[in-house]
């Protein structure tokens, strides 16, 4: 339970750490700005349109007596304006890093610069970057999506769907939010995708310590684009000390290793 204490405290690092550098601050605004109108718009076309696409998925239910339509209906809309928002809590994440990968890229490098040590750079240029983020975030996305299916089947379960579900929905979203966020550190290190997820499942409890306060905050409207450069920050901060161990051990593996015997000439 500790891990989860330590996962929030780096989320709260990361927001000081922007608040404390303003120029940065403003700087990662620009990329969730823009991503924000586009959600919005997304969103608000849902909420209008959610009830006539349950109603045109529901012909079956036409002659149902009332309050069984009703009900039906009104579970649907709400599940798959719930679905939608949960899906808009993924992806913009996904989506403002690739929009922001310069801006997010270099965010992070002065996190690694003002915290001391070496920082570490990919040396790919840009478009490469961009591809593999992307390519990166699909495939984060098609487990959102395995997960999201599943999630709202279950959510047709009585008592089950209305309370353990929900939570679910929220590690989900916590854990694959933290994924997005520690990636922009962990690609300047070298790690592809496999590893990176290896590196969370290794530290569960941390990374949902940091990701679903996160989530949860970013249901909130215009919070998720002030908290994005803090995010970043806060990621770049657990990347470091995730790796750190790692990185020691590796050391001292070189410090432990025999030296190598050679002949004496002589």
């Not at 000390?241 to 002589?266: F, I, Q, S």
């Amino acid at each position: 339970m500790r891990d989860l204490g330590a996962g929030f405290g780096y989320l709260i690092k990361g927001q000081r750490w922007a608040v404390r550098h303003g120029r940065w601050f403003g700087f990662g605004l620009l990329p969730g700005l823009v991503t924000l109108v586009l959600y919005a718009g997304a969103l608000v076309g849902l909420g209008h349109g959610a009830d006539d696409l349950v109603d045109w998925a529901t012909p079956f239910a036409d002659d149902w007596s009332s309050p069984w339509l009703g009900l039906l209906r009104n579970t649907l809309t709400v599940l798959v304006f719930g679905l939608g928002l949960f899906l808009a809590v993924i992806t913009f994440t996904a989506v403002t890093l690739l929009v922001g990968q310069p801006f997010y890229e270099s965010l992070s490098e002065q996190v690694d610069r003002t915290e001391g040590g070496d920082v570490p750079e990919s040396g790919l240029p840009l478009w490469r970057e961009l591809w593999i983020s992307a390519r990166d975030s699909v495939r984060i996305l098609v487990r959102v999506g395995l997960y999201s299916v599943l999630l709202f089947a279950l959510g047709f379960v009585p008592v089950l769907g209305q309370t353990v579900v929900p939570v679910l929905g929220f590690c989900v979203t916590g854990y694959f939010l933290a994924e997005e966020l520690t990636a922009v550190a962990l690609q300047r290190r070298g790690m592809v995708l496999r590893d990176r997820l290896a590196l969370l499942r290794g530290r569960r409890l941390l990374t949902l310590g940091f990701g679903v306060p996160l989530g949860l905050a970013f249901l909130i409207p215009f919070v998720a684009v002030f908290l994005m450069p803090g995010a970043v920050a806060g990621a770049t901060l657990l990347a470091r000390d995730l790796v750190a161990p790692a990185e020691d051990d590796t050391e001292d593996d070189e410090d432990d290793a025999p030296t190598p015997y050679t002949l004496d000439k002589d």
